[in-house]
């Protein structure tokens, strides 16, 4: 049973990746130096025009994801959408895909929740130890949700409330665009529980899919 998660993660595992090995360090260093110096805007709208499809799928500001499909078309002169798609390993298992999806307001509810609960347990203190150890805010590392907006109020650019509402309303992005990933693979078969879940009413469901794909 693989949860997910991250959608290229599962992707990787049931589809396979295209090889990650492709790359040379002077076009990564020189695509580096053109967004530092004419903006990763500049460097976005030329992925726009050689890759659309990967465009489509990278936020402008995801500078590292950026640099690398461009460094990908610069080294193979194909797009890394193109060459993704075309990475398909023999694995050895045929997968069945279950997905759990909440009424929006619902998910939003309890996003709410889980950022409240994460601020409670210390993830302000926590980013404030980071930061002190020298962790940079533009490391890889410390893009993800709920760093970038708890370094900016320690920085005092905003306050500790608008740093809060920020975290729930990028969550909230984070899984909208999470949840289009997954509703274009059609072999997600899909399941709606109610807010008040029956765990074990929804294991016998998720048993039951299972059992009618492979019996079929």
Known sequence: ??????????RSLVDGLFDYRISDSQVKQRLRHQAD???LDALYRKLQQVD???AAKIHPNDRQRIIRA?????ITGRPISQLQTQARPEIPFEPVFIG????????????????????QKGLFEEVERLRDLGYHRNLQAMQTVGYQEIYACLE???TREEAISLIKRNTRRFAKRQMTWFKA???IRWLTPD????????SEEILTQIKTEFLK
């Open 185 to 187: 693979d059609s072999r």
């Open 37 to 39: 110096v004419e903006g």
């Open 70 to 74: 461009l460094e990908v078309w610069e």
């Open 156 to 158: 005092g650019e905003i």
């Open 195 to 202: 807010e008040n879940i029956d765990v074990g009413k929804l």
């Open 1 to 10: 049973i693989v949860v997910g998660g991250s959608g290229l993660y599962i």
């Open 52 to 54: 659309a499809t990967a």
């Open 100 to 119: 759990l999806i909440r009424e929006r307001q619902q998910l939003y509810r309890a996003i709410e929740q889980r950022v409240d609960e994460m601020i």
